[in-house]
């Protein structure tokens, strides 16, 4: 049974920086192509970011250049680092495959951009 653990999300300033985490289990991780989806307060989920096994990865315009993703197979975790943050950034933010998500989803991470 595949399952997402999502973590780090908090209450930050404008500016500021996160990092989450998603740990993934019932799944082949190290050869999923993988994803961090948001969805904000009455908007529909849209991807972020996605990342390849090898370590490829590609962004939303509205993301790039301030958010990096990453993994570490050994760990079947991948990360989300958030830089220079901004209000629109708020959000619930999940893990999945990407950019091909399964119809299992975590419970996600709060993450609230507020000065």
């Known amino acids: 049974q595949v399952q997402f653990v999502e973590s780090g999300g908090a209450l930050v300033q404008p500016g500021g920086s996160l990092r989450l985490s998603c740990a993934a289990s019932?799944?082949?991780?190290?050869?999923?192509?993988m994803g961090w989806y948001r969805q904000a307060p009455g908007k529909q989920r849209e991807l972020v970011a996605t990342?390849?096994?090898?370590?490829?990865?590609n962004y939303a315009d509205s993301v790039k250049g301030r958010f990096t993703i990453s993994r570490r197979n050994a760990k079947n975790t991948v990360y989300l680092q958030m830089n220079s943050l901004k209000p629109e950034d708020t959000a619930v933010y999940y893990c999945?495959?990407?950019?091909?998500?399964?119809?299992?989803w975590g419970q996600g991470t709060l993450v609230t951009v507020s000065s």
């Open positions: 990342i390849t096994p090898g370590g490829s990865t």
């Open positions: 999945n495959k990407g950019p091909n998500a399964l119809d299992t």
């Open positions: 019932g799944m082949l991780f190290t050869i999923a192509n």
